[in-house]
């Protein structure tokens, strides 16, 4: 997945300024034919689970967040291409809930936070059969 | 004019690239059957294994949720617009990248697993998958590595760097008599591979510190406590908080055993249960005070049964709640455990950020220890000989009187020293001991503080008296 550096600037100071919470968000980009990702976009979403105190360690992206996410791309002319989200004190690896509860075809950007400073970003993909996350290299480039 | 079914980004793939699949009427429920059954693909990530829409997959008549009219039985008429829409939930908590596979040799191991509801192959797999770290290869580590190791978990890590003694063998059940002197982890790691050969062991062969602790952690899901001393139970609880892991707590002592999952995210930790910790000597280790060899046993298998639940998602776990368990009169209790809101590394507002220097925070090695005159055991049976008026003094318990004693000697355990002081009479020479030598030094200095002058203490203790000067004497 390639993104492109201003974008990546916005989500770490996005994510660390929600810490110790989890923040998350839209990823809006292009999909090429042969599954090439580029992250264009960021759109910062509230995380739904905020307000009911499992922030922490939930986040949840509703429904209407989708729509909008996706209209906004559709006149960008981009498509929704993922989600990210912080992993407050965690490694930036799926949890068991993550992969209970995701969609394919979606480049999940899971970062890790510590202190209120994003530590490091890692990008995963659902495996078709949803048995698993594969891990997917992340470009960090202009395009 | 036919019913439009709007198909999110994430599932385009599946009907061909298009946002749009036109269909005929029918009930919403129907529809989305229909789509399914075209598009094969389609179905795993609508519908759970029990045919219910998954809790994610939120669909819209037009622009209403159908969870506000008729649910699947909402019926869509032509020219009808139908919406697929993620909401998207996920969040941190340990466990799970691609779950491996299993092996027919690992079928066959864990078939008592796969028969089990709760646990079946994708259980399996997730403990497969599962990361254990086990802080203490001793009384309560060696239960809980047994026990985790057959039942298939991944990767056991284990930190200690203690050797094999002989007084471990009463209850350390994962070293034998033949490894004696050896290093704990090197009987352990022997022990676990023969057990469970499909098993990965990491060795830590090191001390616990605030210096290595989190860089040890961070690589594993699940941490279990079977430390047996505060400063590292307390460096084990701040490190799990610190990165949102799950310590499952056990400690025993004599006939009594504690247990509980310290999970910050999810509940209590260890310092919103204790504070502080109590002062240095109050609380006696098991070295000083006994314990019976079953009982680490009984509360290391609960510790590798609650891992067990982690990893799985089943049940109900300790997180919350710590059970008090009393062998002599076999009972179990059970304490709520509440969050502590001034907790200082757990609680909304911290104060503990990074780990700290946890024996100055229990007091341990925070004043030295009383440093006053000592003797050694050969020099002991020399002055013994030469000088009959001196006065051997021995400030164990009881019981440790009647495992052994060194002749001549007279009891008082350090507890009852203070007021049985007039018994002593100080023109005497007189020489204090213990065990190892520690309480006696304590002895020394109560002593010395009421006015007593020609005092010194055994260095070495009986045990130092049995090794140099008579091995009659047992060790203990």
């Known amino acids: 997945m390639r993104i492109v550096p201003g974008v990546l600037a916005e ?61 906004e791309a559709r006149q960008a002319s981009l498509v929704v291409v993922g989600t990210y989200h912080s992993h407050p004190d965690v490694p930036a690896r799926p949890s068991a809930y993550d992969t209970e509860h995701a969609w394919p075809w979606c480049c999940y950007l899971i970062a890790s936070v510590a202190g209120g400073e994003v530590q490091e970003e890692r990008v995963w993909e659902l495996r078709d059969d949803r048995s698993g996350f594969v891990e997917r290299e992340l470009e960090v480039k202009e395009s | 004019m036919p019913v439009t079914v709007h198909i999110p980004t994430p599932l385009r793939p599946y009907v061909g690239g298009r946002d749009t699949v036109a269909t005929s009427a029918g009930t919403v429920g129907e529809i989305l059957e229909r789509l399914a059954a075209d598009h094969a693909q389609l179905r795993a990530h609508l519908y759970r294994d029990d045919g219910r829409l998954r809790t994610f997959v939120n669909v819209y008549l037009n622009d209403r949720d159908i969870r506000d009219l008729a649910r699947e039985g909402t019926r869509a008429a032509d020219g009808d617009e139908v919406s697929i829409v993620p909401s998207i939930a996920g969040g941190a908590v340990a466990v799970a990248t691609a779950l491996p596979e299993l092996t027919h040799a690992e079928i066959l191991r864990y078939s008592r697993h796969l028969i089990l509801p709760e646990v079946g192959p994708g259980g399996q797999r997730r403990i497969k998958a599962a990361r254990v770290l086990l802080v203490g290869a001793g009384g309560l580590g060696s239960p809980a590595a047994l026990y985790l190791a057959a039942a298939g978990v991944g990767t056991i890590g284990l930190v200690d760097c203690d050797t094999v003694d002989a007084t471990n063998l009463q209850r350390q059940i994962l070293h034998g008599t033949g490894v004696v002197g050896r290093p704990k982890l090197e009987s352990a790691e022997a022990r676990l591979q023969d057990l469970n050969p499909h098993v990965h062991v990491e060795t830590f062969p090191v001390r616990l510190t605030s210096a290595n602790a989190l860089e040890i952690l961070r690589d594993f899901d699940i941490v279990v406590d079977g430390t047996d001393n505060f400063p590292t139970r307390y460096l084990v609880n701040d490190a799990c908080v610190l990165l949102g892991k799950p310590n499952v707590y056990g400690s025993i002592f004599r006939f009594e055993g504690h247990a509980s999952v310290f999970h910050a995210v999810a509940g209590a930790c260890y310092r919103c249960l204790y504070s502080e910790p109590p002062p240095p000597g109050l609380v006696p280790s098991c070295a000083e005070g006994g314990v019976l060899g079953v009982l680490p046993g009984i509360i290391g298998s609960i510790q590798a049964l609650e891992a067990l639940k982690l990893i799985l998602g089943a049940g109900d776990t300790l997180v919350g709640r710590l059970v008090l368990f009393d062998a002599r009169k076999f009972r179990f209790r059970e ?93 005497k020479e007189i020489v204090t001991h213990c065990h190892k030598g520690i309480r006696s030094m304590r002895a020394l200095e109560i002593l010395q503080a009421a006015g007593f002058s020609k005092v010194r203490s055994l260095r070495g203790g009986i045990e130092a008296w049995a090794t140099e000067v008579d091995p009659s004497v047992p060790r203990y």
């Open chain 2, 335 to 427: 304490l709520t455990l509440h969050k502590d809101p001034d907790c200082p590394v757990c609680g909304p507002n911290p104060s503990l950020h990074e780990l700290i220097d946890y024996e100055a925070f229990c007091g341990v090695g925070a004043t030295p220890a009383y440093e006053g005159p000592e003797i050694t055991a050969t020099d002991l049976a020399r002055d013994l000989r030469e000088n009959p008026d001196l006065e051997l003094l021995d400030v164990r318990e009881m019981r440790e009187w009647e495992i052994c004693r060194i002749p001549g000697a007279r009891l008082i355990p350090l507890g009852q020293l203070p007021e049985r002081l007039s018994e002593l009479d100080g023109h």
């Open chain 1, 11 to 71: 989500i770490r100071r996005h994510l660390a300024a929600a810490y110790p919470t989890e923040g998350c968000g839209l990823l809006l980009g292009t999909r090429g034919p042969n599954g090439d990702v580029v992250v264009r976009r960021q759109l910062p979403v509230p995380n739904r689970r905020a307000a009911d105190g499992g922030g922490r360690t939930r986040y949840l992206i509703g429904p209407e967040d989708f729509l909008t996410a996706e209209r």
